[in-house]
């Protein structure tokens, strides 16, 4: 099996493997590496391992050197002039007229491209635009349409729980969130309660999805017990018989009321159903 280390170029963003090639590169470095791009900065968040062949997106390409300061300079460099770079195409847009909303500019390391990032409701021809940054910068431009989604990746921001975003913390990827997960989870369905400050669906709704399903659904690839109580239904427990008010999945209990002013927590495997109770 081939040895990669993995590096990430944004915080939050998905991780590539190269070839450590000799350089020495470990977690926590800072690593020199040419991509589809153009020549990257990035930093080393997984150490030399050995991967298997299915997981690597081949040609595996090769770190060309460890980074140094003289690098992060020129990193930082890089950034003020990003903030320039941003101003200028904010106002060639205001001079084309265009209906887009300028999100970020990002230049890769050796300044062989400009990535400008923005959003629209629709189509919008560029072209124009192109040309006149070109003239500016004398360099490749791209420019690149994005989504409501990874428009909060970028620009971060503070969720509904207050806390900060986690596409832009720790998610590398976005995952599929649908309407069930909020159905299956009981949670309320007012589009305002489920959904982040991009507007769509939570992210959020995916991490306790698995603990939701029966029988294996298919989509997480993980099988729960079908003999989950059930909200409402009488049961019998070892200290008697109540109904089901309330249940834990990440704890796998449920609350039973035995009495109007007695409801205890009982583990699922020590409750019986009522109506097979009376057949045992």
Not at 179 to 184: H, L, N, Q, V
Not at 192 to 218: A, D, F, P, Q, V
Request: hydrophobic share 40%; aromatic share 6%; with cysteine.
């Amino acid at each position: 099996m081939p040895t990669v280390v993995g590096i990430r170029f944004k915080k939050a963003s998905k991780i590539y493997y190269f070839d450590p090639a000799e350089t020495g590169v470990d977690k926590g470095d800072f690593a020199i590496v040419e991509t589809a791009r153009g020549v990257e900065y990035g930093e080393v968040v997984i150490g030399s391992r050995e991967v298997a062949e299915e997981n690597i997106i081949a040609p595996l390409k090769p770190v060309m050197r460890k980074a140094t300061e003289q690098d992060a300079a020129k990193v930082a460099e890089n950034k003020v002039r990003e903030r320039e770079a941003f101003n200028i195409c904010l106002r060639k847009i205001k001079n084309h007229g265009l209906p887009m909303n300028l999100i970020d500019v990002e230049f890769t390391f050796d300044v062989n491209k400009i990535i400008f990032y923005f959003t629209a409701e629709g189509r919008i021809d560029f072209r124009e635009l192109v040309k006149d940054l070109a003239a500016v910068f004398r360099t490749r431009i791209e420019l690149r349409q994005i989504g409501v989604r990874d428009e909060a990746k970028l620009l971060g921001g503070i969720g509904s729980c207050g806390r900060p975003l986690c596409c832009a913390t720790f998610l590398g990827d976005f995952e599929p969130v649908s309407i069930r997960m909020a159905k299956d989870q009981n949670l309320s369905l007012n589009p305002t309660k489920i959904s982040g400050i991009c507007g769509r669906l939570m992210c959020c709704l995916k991490y306790e999805n698995h603990m939701y399903c029966k029988n294996s659904c298919g989509g997480c690839g993980r099988r729960e017990k079908a003999d989950i109580p059930k909200m409402g239904a009488m049961v019998v427990t070892p200290l008697g018989e109540g109904k089901v008010t309330g249940i834990n999945r990440g704890q796998r209990t449920a609350s039973v009321q035995l009495a109007p002013d007695n409801i205890i927590q009982v583990e699922w495997d020590e409750i019986v159903d009522a109506s097979q109770a009376d057949n045992i």
